[in-house]
């Protein structure tokens, strides 16, 4: 059974850092590509950032650019996101997404909240 489990998310204030984890179970997680979503209330879901399978390929929205590192453990089968300097506008659930073109699968974790005061 695929499970993917996100932590990490809360209140902060603006300026301030919180690490999210995703913790990934039931597939191959060192062939998947591993990246985050958000989506904030009345908004559609966004990309956030995307790393390949071994880690050597990432993106990032252009929004969270030079604020936010994706990274990932393959023995851990855990994806993070580290996120500095929040701003109120980053205020949305964060998900995790694993996907895999040579297996055809594409996970979704349940989110973690995020919100970030001014």
């Known amino acids: 059974q695929v499970q993917l489990v996100e932590s990490g998310g809360g209140l902060v204030q603006a300026g301030g850092s919180l690490r999210l984890s995703c913790a990934a179970s039931?597939?191959?997680?060192?062939?998947?590509?591993m990246s985050w979503y958000r989506q904030a209330p009345g908004k559609e879901r966004e990309l956030v950032a995307t790393?390949?399978?071994?880690?050597?390929?990432?993106n990032y929205s252009d929004s969270v650019k030079g604020r936010f590192t994706i990274s990932r453990e393959n023995v851990k089968n855990t994806v993070y996101l580290q996120m500095n300097s929040l701003k109120p506008e980053d205020t949305a659930v964060y998900y995790c997404?694993?996907?895999?073109?040579?297996?055809?699968?594409?996970?979704w974790g349940k989110g973690t909240l995020v919100t970030v005061s001014s």
């Open positions: 997404n694993a996907r895999s073109d040579y297996y055809g699968t594409n996970n």
């Open positions: 039931g597939f191959t997680f060192s062939s998947s590509t």
């Open positions: 790393i390949a399978t071994g880690g050597g390929s990432i």
